[in-house]
């Protein structure tokens, strides 16, 4: 035999050497899941070992985070239920709580690259991305709403806008209006291939925010987000968000659409992010509560698959975990 594979295999120091793929502390980022009150930190049901923050100790759970070598946060925010309508006209509240958080945030870790959800969902009394009517989530106005919001996270002192909503049109009318605002250097980070996924099912009880189930309302986000069938189309969202100006493209959830993560990877100018979602940690924490699979394991082999994929940057709610596994080696 010419070819011995396995000669580079055979010590930790060899297969070490020959990685293909490293990760790194700067490849990550943190959602980070905001709430009001004081003294407040409470453990989501369905993300074991994840919790949600009042904005008093948020301070140093975001510290924590820099001090370990995590670049970046991306910020999410429960709002209370009398303030959510159609419109989600909280979102624009100058002192509403993700513009508090975003302040906060900056003082404490100026340095730290913060990124901000823009989505109705959240502030939205049917749970939706955009704003109802007649039964449909309109795309126009929504995306008009949107951009409001993103000046709105800009003026707070954001660093990144990160669009969540999949409306068409919304990357190039954001990069208008940020601009316009005086805002050119505040990045948009698409999330270009959003696929409609029961991943998400733990994200939305950490933040109460999943479609109502109310007559005439859409029940799913199916008519916006993306079909799981479908990769051509998500190079084709991606390409058409990096046409209207964005910075970042993204891919979500991650480990069901790795060969989605490649191919826009492999045409994409810009870095190519993909979430890691709270259904796929979720699925890693219930079996190994069980002692059904090593989480430790089972974590590292997932995010090393999905940088493999060809993600440059990760976001995930293991961020503490790995940067602690990658510092330990
Ligand atoms: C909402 C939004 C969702 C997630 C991020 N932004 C959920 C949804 O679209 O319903 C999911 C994140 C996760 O599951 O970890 N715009």
Known sequence: MLHRPR?????????DMVAETRLHSSDFIAPLFLMEGQNKKEEIASMPGYYRYSLDLLKAEVQEFWDMGCLSALLFVKVEDDLKDNEGTEALNLDGLMQRGIRMIKEAVPEMCLMTDVALDPYSEFGHDGIVENGEV?????????CEMAISHAQAGADFVAPSDMMDGRIEAMRIALDVAGFTGIGIMAYSAKYASCFYGPFRDAL????????????????????????????KEAKMDIAEGADMVMIKPALSYLDVIRQIKDVSEVPVTAYHVSGEYAMIKAAAEKGWLNEEEAMLEVLT??????????????VKDIIRLINSK
């Open 138 to 146: 309109i795309n126009d106005a929504s995306v008009g709403f949107l």
């Open 7 to 15: 000669r580079l295999r055979q010590s930790s120091a060899l297969r």
């Open 208 to 235: 109460d925010s999943a479609p109502v189930d109310i007559v005439d309302i859409p029940k799913d986000k199916k008519t916006y987000q993306m079909n799981p069938a479908n990769a051509i189309e998500g190079v």
């Open 305 to 318: 698959s999905i940088k493999r994929a060809g993600a440059d940057l990760i976001a995930t709610y293991f």
